[in-house]
């Protein structure tokens, strides 16, 4: 195998893989950063590489998932705002169930109809979070972004992309640059130098559009920071529930659909794996619940994992040995699965599991605190005057 293609590889793969587990941390520079790297990793195999990426494409589409629902556990951990936490929940299980549904069948109007309003409402949120609280956000203006999200900006992009298939960046090269597709990147630039003075004059006018925008939003809570950590509501003290309730009760169900989902679309999606989608809910539910009865066990005897560092290996060897146990006594599912398959499905997998258990029981805690602080203040209207 080409030295130059193992290289190159395993820099993007690996850069698809351990960028998203920033997310928790810096959400927005972490996500657009993840997003660059998938616009740009199919162009950077052409530019080193003479490799066939038919394999990697089906990883690829994977690892958009991956980082899609990395960025959802993520509002777990920072979203102080529960309304904005609830609705991003409905976007993103809705695309979830259209993803599901379309690799399933097939049919790409479904990716139309189940539009991914998740991603852009996600980096809308966390757009704010850099300067302001999230608690400025209104019900109203959550659900109005929400729908100008989904009807202007993805139902126009999902139509582009999966119903008439057609590629930003074929579209620039073919009718912009004026160059077939058969031409290399540097040949297209190379016969339309115009095109740099014409970005550098993009750039400055919207550098101006900017700070013309900025200077008319509200004085910020906090100086510009991309570190959720560093914002001041994340600083109030939240008490989580025993540890061994939260591992074995809190989040039991959603865990098994949200993992379960996700494993039979990775499942459609991986080349050389031939596994049914009821045969792979089956098999991680059963994973999902088993992680959670050694969790539960554990912390039940008062230990608890000590990082998610931890809890990750561990689960991660328990969940692979697991599928090697299934594969020795089921050769068929082996067969279907493959070993790459199971590395690959073990180590998502169990990251999603570990990232989930450490950042529920944050969400579910302020959602018992704001039902509290409603249910205690006083009624209103005229039952309450009565």
Same mark, same amino acid.
């Not at 959400?27 to 990697?56: C, H, M, N, R, W």
């Not at 400025?136 to 959550?142: D, E, G, V």
């Not at 697991?322 to 089921?330: A, F, K, R």
């Given at each position: 195998m080409d030295i ?9 793969? =690996? ?5 998203? $587990?920033?997310i ?10 993840a997003?660059?790297?998938d616009?740009?990793?199919?162009s950077?195999?052409q530019?080193f ?10 990883y ?12 959802y ?21 809705y695309?979830l ?10 049919w ?13 409402f996600?980096?809308?949120v ?5 300067r ?12 109005? !972004? ?10 126009p ?13 074929d !579209?620039f ?18 016969n ?6 014409? $970005? ?15 200077a008319?939003l ?6 510009a ?14 008490p989580?529930?025993?540890?061994a ?8 169900a959603e ?11 990775f499942?459609q999606?991986?080349?050389n794996v031939h596994?049914g989608?009821?045969q792979?809910l089956?098999?991680? =539910?059963?994973?999902?619940v088993a992680? !959670? ?7 039940a005897? =008062?230990t ?10 561990? $689960? ?5 040995? $697991? ?12 067969a279907?699965?493959?070993?790459? =398959? ?11 599991i570990t ?15 704001e039902?509290?602080?409603?249910a ?5 209207g005229?039952?309450?005057? !009565?």
């Amino acid at each position: 195998m080409d030295i130059t293609y193992v290289v190159v590889f395993t820099i993007v793969a =690996g850069s698809r893989f351990i960028v998203p $587990l920033f997310i928790p941390r810096f959400p927005l520079p972490a996500t657009l950063a993840a997003l660059v790297i998938d616009a740009v990793d199919k162009s950077i195999f052409q530019i080193f590489t003479d490799a066939d990426l038919e394999g990697y494409q089906s990883y690829d589409k994977a690892l958009d998932v991956y980082y899609l629902a990395i960025a959802y556990i993520a509002t777990m951990r920072n979203w102080t705002n529960v309304y904005a936490y609830k609705t991003s929940r409905f976007l993103w299980y809705y695309r979830l169930a259209g993803s599901t549904l379309f690799e399933l069948t097939g049919w790409r109007a479904l990716l139309l109809i189940f539009p991914n309003a998740f991603e852009y409402f996600f980096l809308y949120v966390e757009g704010v979070r850099t300067r302001w609280s999230m608690r400025r956000l209104t019900k109203k203006h959550i659900l109005g !972004a929400a729908a100008f999200i989904w009807i202007v900006i993805k139902l126009p992009q999902e139509a582009w992309i999966h119903l008439f298939q057609l590629d930003v960046t074929d !579209a620039f090269k073919e009718h912009i640059l004026g160059s077939s597709l058969d031409e290399s990147w540097g040949t297209a630039i190379g016969n339309s130098l115009w095109i740099f003075p014409v $970005l550098i004059a993009l750039g400055v006018a919207l550098w101006f559009v900017i700070r013309r925008v900025s200077a008319q939003l509200p004085t910020g809570d906090w100086p510009a920071t991309y570190d959720s950590d560093a914002h001041a509501d994340n600083q109030i003290a939240i008490p989580l529930k025993p540890a061994a309730d939260r591992h074995w009760r809190e989040g039991l169900a959603e865990k098994v659909v949200l993992v379960g989902l996700l494993g039979v679309i990775f499942a459609q999606m991986l080349p050389n794996v031939h596994v049914g989608a009821l045969q792979m809910l089956i098999g991680v =539910g059963a994973v999902v619940v088993a992680n !959670a009865a050694v969790s539960h066990w554990l912390a039940a005897r =008062g230990t608890n994992w000590r990082s998610s560092a931890t809890q990750f290996l561990a $689960l991660a060897a328990i969940n692979v040995g $697991l599928g090697v146990l299934y594969m020795v006594i089921t050769p068929s599912f082996g067969a279907d699965l493959g070993r790459a =398959g199971l590395l690959f499905f073990g180590l998502l997998l169990t990251t999603l599991i570990t990232l989930y258990d450490r950042y529920r029981p944050i969400i579910d805690a302020r959602m018992a605190a704001e039902a509290a602080a409603t249910a205690s203040r006083p009624a209103s209207g005229p039952a309450a005057r !009565a």
